[in-house]
C-alpha cells in the first residue's frame, strides 16, 4: 500500500523512473506474470486437433452414408423410369419410397454430424489465429510501450497544465479505477484453469491448461502500461480506449483456449421466447430491404439493436427476468415490424397494378397517358414512411382504374366493328366444331374422338351460343365480348383437335399427383400441413375443370400441380427425417440429464434433499422439444442447435459434478469450474423444491380425483332414474380421465387440481338440483303447480316491497340521480318495481295452477286425456319463463346495489325450469 507521504510531485529523472514511482504511488504491481502450482500444459491446439479430427471422422462417415443411400434411391429411380409392367413399377416405387426416406434420415445425420466438426473448427481455428503471431504480438506491444517513452522524454512542459484540477483529478480517477479493473480482471483469468480429457485404448487422460499463456498475460499487462503511457501525454480518451481494448483482447485470448465460440447472434443467449420474435424480425427487415425499403427497414434495425443492447443488460445482471422485463417490448416491435411488412406488401402488390395498368395504358395506344401515370407513380414513392405510400399508391390505383375504364368505352365507341365478318366467322366456327368433332349418320351428334372430353364439348357449344346471342344485340360492348369469344374459340377448338391427346397426359399425371398427396396425407401428415392442405385445394379445383379447359393450358397446370407435389413431398420428407434425428439427439439429452442426476443423487446442498436433477436443463430439453414439434424447416433446424449445445453443456456440467464428488471437496476445483458447480448447486436445489412441490400436487391431484369420479359417476345414475339430461356429467367424467393423461405428460398439477376444485363446485349444484327434482317428483302435479306458484308469487311480493329495501339504505333522492341530473323520487322508484313486478301476470300464474290441477285429476281418473291440461300448463310455465328472461328493467333490477344478490328471482327461475321437467315426465308410460 502507498504511504501516506507518497506524492507524485517529484520530477523522476528517466520516464521509466516516472512509471516506476507512478506504480508505487497506486499501489500497482509491476510487470510479473503469476506461478501455479499445478502442471499445467502449453497449449490446448493439440487436444482441440485431436477433437476436430475426431468430428471430421465422423463426418466422413456421415456423407459416405448419405452418398450411399443417394446412389440407391437414384438407382431405384432409373429402374422405376425403365419399368413398363404396372405391377412391377409399384413394387419399384415402392422400394423407392423407402430409399428416399433412407436418404432424408442420412442427410439428417450428415447435417448434425457437420453442425458438430464446424463447430470443433471454429474452436481450432479461432485459437490457431490467436496464437501463431503471439510471440511478434507481444514484440508489437513492447515497441508501442518504447516508443511512447521515447515521447515522453522528449515532451516539453505539463500537458495538463492548462486542465482545471477538479477535472484532471476527477479524469485520473476514472482512468485509475477503470485500469485497476481491467488489471483485477487479468489475474483472475490468469488464476482460472481447466481439463481436457483424452481417451487413448479406452483410458482417460487429463490435462490442465491455464485459461491465458505467460505470452498472453505479458501482452495484456504491455497494453495496459500503454494505456498509462497514451494517459501521461495528455489524450485522456485514447487511454480509455486503450484500457477497454485490452478487456476486449482479454476475452479474445480466454475465449480461444477455453474453447468458447463465438456468438454471431446475440440472442442466442436468450430465453427462446425472445429469440424467436427477435430472428422473425431480422428476416422481416431483410425482406423489407429486398423490396427497397432499406430507410424503413434501418430504422426498425436501429429500435432492435436498442432493444437487443437492453436485453444483454439484463441477461448479465438478472438473467432469470430477462421474459419478464423486455416481453411487451419484444411483443411491441413485433407488431411494429409486421404492421411495416403488410403495408410494404400492399406497395409492392399495388406498385404491380399499377405498372400493369401503365402497360394495358400503352397496349392501348395511349403512350402520353401512361407516361402520365408512370410519373405520379414515380411522385408517391416514399421508401421511408410506409403508410403514406400506401395511401397514395391506393388512391393513385384507384384513380387510374376509372380513367382506363372511361378510356375503354370511349375507345370501343370509336372502333368500327364489322358485324357481318363476324357473323361469317361465327358459322365457319360452328361447322368446323360439326366436322371436327360430331359424327353423322346413324350415330349423329356423337363424339368422334373419344379423348375429348364431354364437358370440352359442352363448354365449346355454350361459347358459341354466347357468342350467337351477343351477335344478335346492338350494344358495342357486346360486339366487341363477341369478337373475344369468337377468337377464343377459334383457338380452343384448334387445341382440342390437334392436343386432344394431351388429356391422357393430363389423366396419367393428375394420379400420380394424388397419389403423392395421399401420401403426403398419411406418413407426412405433420409436415407441411398447410401447404399440403393449399396444394390439395388447388389439384381438386383442377381435377373439377380441366375437362373443360384448353388441353395445352390443363397440360401446363397439371406439371406445376406435379412439381410441386414433388417438392411438396421432398420438403415433407426432409422435415420427417429432420424430425427423427432431433428425436435421437433428445435421447441423448435425456440419457445425459440421467447422468447428471445420477451424479447429483442422494447429496444434500443447505437443507434441501437432492434425490436426482430436475433443473434448467430439463426445461430446456422441453423447450427443444416444443421447438421441434412445430416440425417446419427453421424448427428443427433450430431444435436441432439448441441439442446439439444442450449435449455439450451437460457433458461439462457432469464432469465437474463427478470431479468435485472424486476430489472431496470443492477446493479442487479451478475458477470456471467453480463457477459451473456453484450454478449447478443453485439449479439442483430450485429444480429439487419444483420436484417436491409437483409430487406434492401430484399427490394431491390424485387424492382429489379418486374421490370426485365416483361421486360423478353415482350423480349420472341419479340423473338417469330421473331422466335428467346427463350430458353435462358425461362430459365433466371425461374431463376428468383426461385431466390424468395431460397431467401425466406435463407434469403440472397446479391447473389440474384448480379445474378439479370447479368441477366440485358443478358436483355440488348438480347434485342440489337432482335432490330438488327428485322431492319435486314425489308431489303430484297440482302440488308441484302450486308449489311452484307460491315462488313466483313470493318474487312479484318481494319486488313490490323492495322500497322498504332501499329505504334502509338511504334516501332514494340522494342514493340515485338520472342521467339528465334530475333526482329520482320515491313514485319514479314505485313505478319502476311495479313493472318488474307485473313481468309475472297473475293471470298467467293461475292458469299455471288451474291446468295443474286438471292434468293431476287427468291422471287420476281412468279413462280421461292429461295431455291436453299438460300443454296449457306447458304454455303458461313458457310464458313465465320468457318474462323472466331477456328484457332491461329485469336487467337492472338483478344489477340492483342495493343488496347483495336477489334470491327470490333466482329462485323463481330455478322453480319454473324444474315445473317444467316434473310436468313433461308426468305422464305414465
Known amino acids: 500500500m502507498p504511504e501516506d507521504n507518497d506524492t507524485l510531485d517529484v520530477t523522476p529523472t528517466t520516464v521509466q523512473g516516472w512509471i516506476e514511482k507512478f506504480n508505487k504511488v497506486k499501489g500497482w504491481k509491476p510487470l510479473k506474470p503469476p506461478s501455479s502450482d499445478k502442471d499445467l500444459m502449453a497449449t490446448p491446439l493439440n487436444r482441440f486437433a485431436e477433437a476436430h ?30 419399368q413398363d409392367d404396372p405391377a412391377e413399377k409399384e413394387r419399384a416405387e415402392a422400394a423407392l419410397e423407402t430409399a428416399k426416406d433412407a436418404y432424408e434420415a442420412a442427410k439428417a445425420a450428415d447435417k448434425t454430424a457437420r453442425d458438430v466438426r464446424n463447430k470443433m473448427a471454429t474452436k481450432l481455428v479461432t485459437l490457431t489465429e490467436v496464437e501463431k503471431d503471439l510471440d511478434k504480438d507481444l514484440m508489437d506491444a513492447s515497441r508501442r510501450v518504447a516508443a511512447l517513452q521515447d515521447q515522453l522524454e522528449q515532451q516539453a512542459g505539463d500537458p495538463f497544465a492548462q486542465v482545471p484540477k477538479e477535472q484532471r483529478e476527477s479524469d485520473f480517477k476514472l482512468v485509475e479505477a477503470m485500469r485497476n479493473m481491467v488489471a483485477g480482471n487479468i489475474e483472475r483469468v490468469r488464476g482460472e484453469v481447466f481439463s481436457m480429457v483424452k481417451i487413448v485404448d479406452g483410458a482417460k487422460i487429463e490435462r490442465s491448461y491455464a485459461a491465458i499463456c505467460p505470452e498472453e498475460y505479458k501482452i495484456l499487462h504491455a497494453m495496459l502500461d500503454e494505456a498509462m503511457l497514451i494517459y501521461l501525454t495528455g489524450d485522456v480518451d485514447a487511454a480509455k480506449a486503450k484500457i477497454t481494448a485490452t478487456t476486449d483482447q482479454l476475452n479474445v485470448f480466454r475465449s480461444a483456449r477455453t474453447g468458447a465460440t463465438i456468438i454471431e447472434n446475440q440472442e442466442d443467449a436468450f430465453d427462446s421466447r425472445l429469440t424467436l420474435p427477435m430472428g422473425a424480425i431480422d428476416g422481416q427487415l431483410s425482406w423489407l430491404r429486398t423490396v427497397g425499403f432499406t430507410p424503413c427497414a434501418d430504422d426498425k434495425k436501429h429500435s432492435l439493436e436498442a432493444l437487443r443492447a437492453l436485453i444483454e443488460e439484463t441477461q448479465r445482471n438478472t438473467p432469470e427476468k430477462v421474459f419478464d422485463f423486455h416481453k411487451d417490448a419484444v411483443a411491441e416491435l413485433v407488431q411494429e415490424v409486421e404492421l411495416e411488412v403488410e403495408d410494404a406488401k400492399f406497395c409492392v402488390e399495388t406498385t404491380k ?61 370509336q372502333e368500327q366493328i364489322n358485324v357481318e365478318r363476324l357473323n361469317t366467322q361465327l358459322e365457319d366456327l360452328q361447322a368446323k366444331y360439326d366436322d371436327m368433332f360430331k359424327t353423322s349418320g346413324l350415330f349423329k351428334g356423337n363424339r368422334k374422338d373419344k379423348k375429348v372430353p364431354k364437358e370440352a364439348l359442352d363448354e365449346l357449344e355454350m361459347k358459341l351460343l354466347a357468342a350467337r346471342q351477343l351477335l344478335e344485340t346492338d350494344s358495342v360492348d357486346a360486339l366487341k365480348l363477341a369478337k373475344e369469344y369468337l377468337d377464343d374459340l377459334e383457338s380452343f377448338e384448334t387445341s382440342l383437335s390437334d392436343n386432344s391427346v394431351s388429356f391422357d397426359y393430363v389423366i396419367i399425371r393428375l394420379g400420380l399427383v394424388n397419389k403423392k398427396l395421399d401420401r403426403l396425407k398419411t406418413k407426412y401428415a405433420a409436415y407441411e400441413a398447410v401447404r399440403t392442405v393449399d396444394l390439395a385445394a388447388r389439384v381438386k379445383k383442377f381435377e373439377e375443370t380441366y375437362a373443360s379447359k384448353n388441353p395445352v393450358k390443363s397440360h401446363l397446370e397439371i406439371a406445376e400441380l406435379y412439381d410441386e407435389a414433388v417438392l411438396v413431398k421432398d420438403d415433407a420428407r426432409a422435415c420427417h427425417a429432420a424430425y427423427k434425428e432431433c428425436e435421437k ?22 437443507d434441501v434433499e437432492i434425490s436426482g436433477y430436475y433443473g434448467k436443463y430439463v426445461d430446456d430439453l422441453a423447450e427443444a422439444q416444443r421447438v421441434a414439434d412445430e416440425r417446419d424447416k427453421a424448427s428443427l433446424s433450430r431444435a436441432n442447435t439448441l441439442l446439439i449445445q444442450l449435449v455439450s453443456d451437460i457433458q461439462d456440467t457432469t464432469a465437474v459434478a463427478l470431479k468435485r464428488w472424486a476430489k472431496g471437496s470443492r477446493d479442487a476445483l479451478n475458477g470456471s469450474e467453480l463457477a459451473v458447480w456453484t450454478a449447478l448447486k443453485t439449479d439442483c436445489v430450485s429444480g429439487q423444491e419444483k420436484e417436491n412441490s409437483r409430487e406434492e400436487n401430484k399427490k394431491i391431484f390424485d387424492t382429489e380425483r379418486d374421490a370426485l369420479k365416483p361421486k360423478f359417476q353415482k350423480l349420472i345414475e341419479a340423473f338417469s332414474k330421473l331422466n335428467l339430461d346427463t350430458s353435462e356429467l358425461d362430459v365433466a367424467l371425461t374431463e376428468i380421465d383426461g385431466l390424468k393423461a395431460t397431467t401425466k405428460v406435463s407434469g403440472d398439477y397446479e391447473a389440474a387440481i384448480e379445474r378439479l376444485k370447479e368441477l366440485k363446485a358443478d358436483l355440488e349444484r348438480h347434485s342440489k338440483t337432482a335432490v330438488e327434482i327428485k322431492a319435486l317428483s314425489k308431489l303430484d302435479a297440482a302440488a308441484a303447480t302450486a308449489a311452484c306458484a307460491d315462488k313466483l308469487r313470493g318474487f312479484v311480493s318481494a319486488v313490490k316491497g323492495f322500497d322498504k329495501v332501499i329505504e334502509k339504505v ?32 297473475d293471470a298467467d300464474i293461475k292458469k299455471l295452477e288451474d291446468n295443474g290441477k286438471l292434468l293431476q285429476k287427468a291422471i287420476d281418473t281412468t279413462g280421461s286425456d ?10 303458461a310455465l313458457r310464458t313465465l319463463t320468457g318474462a323472466l328472461q331477456a328484457n332491461a328493467p329485469l336487467a337492472h333490477f338483478r344489477n340492483q346495489p342495493f343488496t347483495s344478490g336477489t334470491p327470490e328471482l333466482d329462485i323463481a327461475v330455478q322453480a319454473l325450469s324444474r315445473l317444467e321437467v316434473k310436468l313433461l315426465t308426468a305422464i305414465p308410460k
Open 353 to 413: 397494378r399499377i405498372l400493369k395498368q401503365i402497360a394495358t395504358l400503352r397496349a392501348m395506344d395511349a403512350p402520353v397517358t401512361a407516361d402520365l401515370l408512370s410519373a405520379e407513380l414515380d411522385a408517391v414513392e416514399n421508401p421511408t414512411f410506409m403508410q403514406i405510400r400506401r395511401t397514395g399508391l391506393d388512391r393513385l390505383e384507384m384513380k387510374w382504374m376509372t380513367e382506363i375504364g372511361n378510356l375503354k368505352k370511349l375507345q370501343a365507341t
Open 866 to 875: 292429461p295431455r291436453p291440461p299438460r300443454e296449457a300448463a306447458l304454455s
Open 810 to 841: 338511504g334516501d332514494v333522492g340522494e342514493l340515485v340521480a338520472t342521467g339528465s341530473g334530475d333526482a329520482i323520487t320515491e313514485s319514479d322508484v314505485k313505478t319502476y318495481l311495479d313493472t318488474v313486478a307485473g313481468l309475472l301476470r
Open 53 to 82: 479430427a475426431k468430428a471430421n471422422s465422423d463426418a466422413l462417415e456421415a456423407n459416405s452414408a448419405k452418398l450411399q443411400a443417394q446412389s440407391k434411391m437414384d438407382a431405384l429411380q432409373q429402374a422405376v423410369d425403365a
Open 585 to 606: 439427439l433428445a435421447k441423448t439429452v435425456t440419457s445425459e440429464i440421467k447422468s447428471l442426476s445420477k451424479s447429483m443423487a442422494d447429496s444434500k446442498i443447505g
